[in-house]
């Protein structure tokens, strides 16, 4: 299993105003993965982060507004840019550890914007 | 396109009766499907997944892929199993997850 943690866990945030969130692994990880949660919604996947090359992202969310780093294979960041009410949300981070052939979560980060 | 559907997003049951949570998929490739929980103030964690054909907390789900369903069993309800239940199709080389809608599950005493 791996042990992952989040920051901010929550926050709140003006229109136009960028937010960046982290993603703390406790152990080296090859896939790393970012979520969001609307409201009532399900979970779908922005992005895939792998260490040593640029974020795969899904048809919808392109790199301007939603810009990731993974700089070294323990730590990830997604950026929320330009933020507007309809990217209040819960944004997570999952990884995937080698072999284990599943994802593991973090706890979420819950944003809201005015 | 891969797609999940759960199509109750409630389900009330009382302590010690039966539950199925429905799990309906599509996908051409070769399917991994995994059930997720997430209990409230608490992450989302995996409970089972069908490769391990395991039982966890008293839950089994079985792959039938004639009728591309996966559906989450457990002969008897606990109140403690009350909880937001995701099911979700993974397979593709690169890991992504699709997640069906979500069903909450309701135990009541």
């Known amino acids: 299993s791996a042990v992952i943690s989040q920051k901010p866990s929550r926050d709140i945030c003006q229109r136009g105003t960028s937010l960046t969130i982290q993603c703390q692994v406790d152990?080296?990880?090859?896939?790393m993965f970012w979520y969001r949660q609307q409201p009532g919604q399900s979970l779908t996947l922005i992005a895939t982060a792998n260490q040593g090359s640029e974020a795969t992202y899904e048809s919808g969310f392109v790199i301007d507004k939603f810009p990731i780093s993974r700089p070294n294979l323990t730590f990830s960041t997604l950026t929320v840019s330009n933020m507007s009410p309809e990217d209040s949300s819960i944004y997570l981070c999952?990884?995937?550890?080698?072999?284990?052939?599943?994802?593991?979560f973090g706890p979420g980060t819950r944003l809201l914007v005015l | 396109a891969q797609r999940v559907t759960q199509p109750e997003k409630l389900l009330s049951v009382f302590k010690g009766a039966p539950v199925e949570l429905k799990c309906n998929y599509s996908y051409s490739g070769s399917p991994e499907l995994f059930w997720y929980v997430q209990y409230s103030r608490q992450r989302l964690q995996l409970l089972l997944r069908?490769?391990s054909r395991e039982s966890i907390k008293g839950f089994t789900a079985d792959l039938n892929k004639g009728e591309t369903s996966f559906h989450l069993k457990k002969p008897f309800a606990q109140e403690e199993d009350s909880a937001m239940y995701y099911c979700a199709l993974g397979g593709t080389s690169y890991g992504k997850l699709t997640f069906g809608q979500g069903t909450i599950l309701t135990v009541h005493p």
């Open positions: 069908h490769i």
């Open positions: 999952s990884v995937e550890p080698w072999g284990a052939e599943t994802q593991y």
């Open positions: 152990s080296q990880v090859t896939m």
